[in-house]
């Protein structure tokens, strides 16, 4: 009954970026070449720092829900 439509939203983000992450590291890879080298992971660490803010957020909303359930109170700010 507490969830929200910004639950919803963020467990979807969360959903779609762990498929993105799954999807980008199937094709992950470094290539070095004498004094050049390239490697597509640092899109896999900033999806993967995103996803982790974005649980993070998730816990604390649920918290705030719990918290607000348990006292009969409205309302909680995420930023």
């Known amino acids: 009954a507490a969830i929200t439509t910004e639950m919803r ?3 979807a983000s ?3 970026l ?3 992450i799954r999807d980008v590291s199937s094709g992950a890879f470094k290539i070095v070449d004498g004094d050049t080298t390239y490697d597509n ?3 896999i660490r900033s ?3 995103d996803l982790v803010d974005l649980k993070r957020k998730m816990d604390y909303i649920i918290e705030c829900a719990r918290y607000a359930a348990a006292y009969s109170i409205t309302g909680c ?3």
């Open 9 to 11: 939203i963020m467990q």
């Open 41 to 43: 992971s640092s899109m």
């Open 77 to 79: 700010r995420v930023d």
């Open 18 to 20: 762990e498929g993105e």
């Open 14 to 16: 969360i959903l779609l």
């Open 47 to 49: 999806r993967t720092e």
